[in-house]
């Protein structure tokens, strides 16, 4: 492992007294034969901050932050992140997820039964480049398996955050959780109301995009199917968990509503993996209420805003989530006018792309089909026919800018309004598009004192 790990961090690990281990994911990460670039590093050792700092500045390192409480130490070098920790024992009040009582100690596996999986709990003595293994962290790692360090009982009950983890490192490294450690999760599901709604959205995006880390091609999958498997589900999108038992046509469905938004997602593309998970939200609300699923994208789309203010999304990804549960539907039985289609296209076309993505990953969900999504197949022939007779798509393509406009004398206040009009004009009649006929129809048009 020496051959990877930054010269800066090598001299400074021969410049201690005392040795300096490397710990967790890059250990881990070694071992498992994973590779990704390593832009930070967790290294520990017994000695104080204090010792630590001096050596680190002898050696041309930069301390960021040093936090005597917890023994921990922020340091940059050559543009590198490195996080220190003093080799500690923690105690913790149940579910707080930060320790109540911190414990210096010179016993390494003390030291790494306060990790949360063995499979993060080897390391690396730099200095003398080779591993130590106190929990037997080794084995775990070439069976590809996830156990907890201690009592897995114990372990998640002091910090609920583990719960989003277990899910998200399975889902990312493929590793499989032991029985213990999922009854131990099960156990203490509850505890993930203990933990901010911004910490668990971003532990649920990080597995929602799992598959990505090292290459798990159905890790955001598995990730989701943990959470669901212990119950962490029901606490952290109950509205979802509704779904789970509700049986669904099976002339369109081989799965309940949960399962299938689960596959939905499976089949997504990353950049409609938080779409996909919301997309059937309001069904179990309309099936308990009308008895029937008419109405849920409508409900779903109110549903998915509740649930992503809950969360303290961001509010262009919350609009844009919002926008796609509603309109995930669209047009699914292909009798929607050409016509009509073309308005469409040009009135949502910032939002087409990750529609038609949706809707793809909507019908692969039914049944485990990878087929093209028969709207995508219409929708993508009426496409390329538009693009075919110069139909204009956004503004941008229009023969005719805002300048334009203005130079025409057009009220600066209906320039908008008036190109958002002949947009649409000119995806029902493609000739329009011509500089001069448009100055034409914006001229003619009559404007109110207001411009409008």
Known sequence: MQRIIPEKLLRLAR??????YVVGGSVRDFLAGLTRETSDWDICSPMSTEELVSAAEACGFRAEAVYKNTGTVKLKGDGID????CFRSDKYVRGTHVPSEIFFTEDISLDAKRR???????????????FLDPLGGRADIEQKRLKTVDDAGKVFGEDGLRLMRLARQAGQLGFTPTAECIEGAAANASLISDISPERIWAELNAILRADKKYGNRRGHYEGLKILDKTGVLDYILPELALGRGMVQRSDFHAHDVLEHTLRAVLYADERVRAAALLHD?????????????????????????EILARFRAPKKETTEIKALVRLHMYDFDGKVREGKLRRFFVLRFDLLEKLMLLKQADYSGCKDDLSVCPTNLKWEALLQKMRAEGAPLKKSELAVSGGDLKDAEIPPSSISLVLDELLLQCALCPALNRKEKLLSLARGKKYGADGK
């Open 82 to 85: 490195y996080e220190y920790t």
């Open 281 to 305: 939200v309001g069904k179990p609300f309309c099936m308990k209420r009308d008895g029937n699923a008419f109405l849920h994208p409508e409900e779903g789309e109110r549903i998915a805003g």
């Open 116 to 130: 949360d999986f063995t499979a993060n709990a080897v390391y690396y003595d730099i200095a003398a480049d080779k």
């Open 15 to 20: 410049s201690c007294p005392r040795p300096l």
